[in-house]
Nanobody, 119 residues
Framework: QVQLVESGGGLVQPGGSLRLSCAASGSIFSINAMAWYRQAPGKQREFVAVIISGDSTNYADSVKGRFTISRDNAKNTVYLQMNSLKPEDTAVYYC?????????????WGQGTQVTVSS
């Protein structure tokens, strides 16, 4: 079994910064893609950013130039550095990790962490 633990959310003023973390533990042989999604009230969950083994990254247009995704393979952890935050970035942020256990691939979701951008 695999556990994902997220941290780093909170309340920040417009223009501020936050860094989210998501640490994976458990039956992990290797990690393929690590990603972040978000869900605002009344809206569907949407893709934010992904980092693939080899450190290739991709971002939603709405966060390009402001958010940076990175990973620490030794710690099985993915980060999301969020700068120049806007009120429309307010959402619950979820990490999403594609893990190979040694037997099969499976995708796991974190519990979510609230990010609120407000003055």
């Amino acid at each position: 079994q695999v556990q994902l633990v997220e941290s780093g959310g909170g309340l920040v003023q417009p223009g501020g910064s936050l860094r989210l973390s998501c640490a994976a533990s458990g039956s992990i042989f290797s990690i393929n893609a690590m990603a972040w999604y978000r869900q605002a009230p009344g809206k569907q969950r949407e893709f934010v950013a992904v980092i693939i083994s080899g450190d290739s990254t991709n971002y939603a247009d709405s966060v390009k130039g402001r958010f940076t995704i990175s990973r620490d393979n030794a710690k099985n952890t993915v980060y999301l550095q969020m700068n120049s935050l806007k009120p429309e970035d307010t959402a619950v942020y979820y990490c999403n990790v594609d893990i190979y256990s040694g037997k099969y691939n499976e995708v796991y979701w974190g519990q979510g962490t609230q990010v609120t951008v407000s003055s």
